[in-house]
């Protein structure tokens, strides 16, 4: 009986300390998740794409206009 009572007692600890630990994490992801930062990080993210894109294209010899490539029928 004193087994019983003792796993029920940690397993309520653990419940109590999972869910404070769990709340703690969610406050500060609704405080991280705001629409300016997200904002942010979009434009972060396309910028850094775009650079990645212009360095790739640069070692490659490509430039950004079609070279020898004739438009129309001709």
Do not use: C, D, H
Not at 33 to 51: D, E, F, H, I
Request: no cysteine; glycine share 16%.
């Amino acid at each position: 009986m004193l087994t019983r009572i003792k796993w029920f007692f940690l397993g309520s600890v653990a419940t109590i300390g999972a869910g404070a630990y769990l709340g703690t994490k969610v406050k500060r992801a609704r405080e991280r998740l705001t629409t300016q930062n997200m904002a942010r990080a979009g434009v972060v993210t396309v910028a850094g794409m775009m650079n990645a894109t212009g360095r790739r294209m640069k070692r490659a010899g490509l430039s950004g206009e079609s070279e020898g490539v004739e438009s129309g029928p001709g």
